[in-house]
């Protein structure tokens, strides 16, 4: 991820989309992406804006990070949790959206209890929190020009508002917050017992911090982390199927392919063939 975090407030990002399952077939609205303020850091990994307009409805499909979301548009403005399979939207017509992908750490702080209570579904914000005006703040400055990032920085700079009543972050949220950025870099960690080793807690410990900040099993996020390296490795074309099942720690290909078809839909090939066509190294 190439975040960057800036003293003066939220700075243009372009990290490495490992989690939308873009193609040709499936292609994405411009989405304008800001890694947060310095003192928002343990609670934001970044943010994004799409901006769409559309003559025929799209469906977007990703594989959500670890981590809550809390997203106001022009029409909603919800919490939500972890997903465990595939996420999907469909945009339709002319519209926008302020994302703010959360650490993992930040869920809790923000829903004010465990985020295994909200997987697989989402919160409206005004349930959340009655009296927040985040929402009507937010829509006020995208309802310009939601293409302008003088208009994106305003919006999230309410949010940042908002969020910053929820620091400091505990113990625990810290914790949680380096295990899963420890995750993404040691690709070799492949099993919970090795999972919680590298956390210094018990499995049953470990069973339970994740679940409360993250709102599902340590099982589950090392098989997130694993599918979306696959889909970083497909969209890059990295050698043959069976060399990516290899490289991803999978027994043979048949394993790699029951996995991504289970939570995605579609097998690696089908997936592989709908990717841009790359220029040929050399």
């Known amino acids: 991820m190439t975040n960057r975090t800036g003293a003066d407030g939220p700075q243009r990002v372009d990290p490495i989309d490992r989690a939308h399952l873009t193609g040709v077939s499936r292609p994405s609205p ?17 943010y994004w804006v799409p901006v769409w307009s559309l003559a025929e409805p799209s469906t977007q499909s990703t594989l959500q990070h670890p981590v809550c979301l809390v997203v106001v548009s022009d029409t909603y403005a919800r919490f939500y949790g972890v997903t465990r399979g595939r996420s999907s ?35 409206d ?13 937010v829509r006020a400055e995208m309802q310009g020009d939601p293409h302008d990032p003088a208009a994106h920085l305003a919006a999230i700079a309410h949010v940042e508002s908002w969020l910053a009543g929820h620091l400091p972050v505990d113990t625990a949220g810290h914790l949680v917050n380096r295990l899963v950025a420890r ?21 049953r410990s470990l069973q339970r911090l994740v679940e409360q900040r993250i ?30 099942a290899a490289d991803l720690g999978y027994a043979d290909q048949a394993h790699f392919t029951h996995d991504f078809r289970t939570v995605t839909g579609m097998t690696p090939g089908d997936y592989l063939k709908d990717q841009p066509l790359r220029p040929p190294h050399g």
């Open 89 to 123: 939207v469909t945009l339709e017509g002319d519209g926008w959206a302020v994302g703010t992908m959360l650490t993992p750490a930040a869920g809790r702080l923000v829903l004010g209890r465990s985020v295994a209570e909200v997987a697989d579904t989402w919160v």
């Open 30 to 46: 411009p989405i304008h992406r800001y890694a947060p303020s310095e003192r928002l850091a343990d609670l934001v990994e970044r």
């Open 183 to 203: 995750l993404g870099e040691q690709p070799e960690i492949t099993r919970v017992d090795e999972l919680a080793r590298e956390a210094g807690l018990s499995e």
């Open 125 to 137: 914000l005004r349930d959340l929190q009655v009296d927040t005006t985040l929402p009507d703040d």
């Open 215 to 244: 709102g599902l099993s340590p099982k589950w996020l090392l098989q997130r982390r694993r599918l979306h390296d696959a889909v970083e490795a497909l969209k890059a074309g990295r050698g043959s199927l069976a060399e990516m």
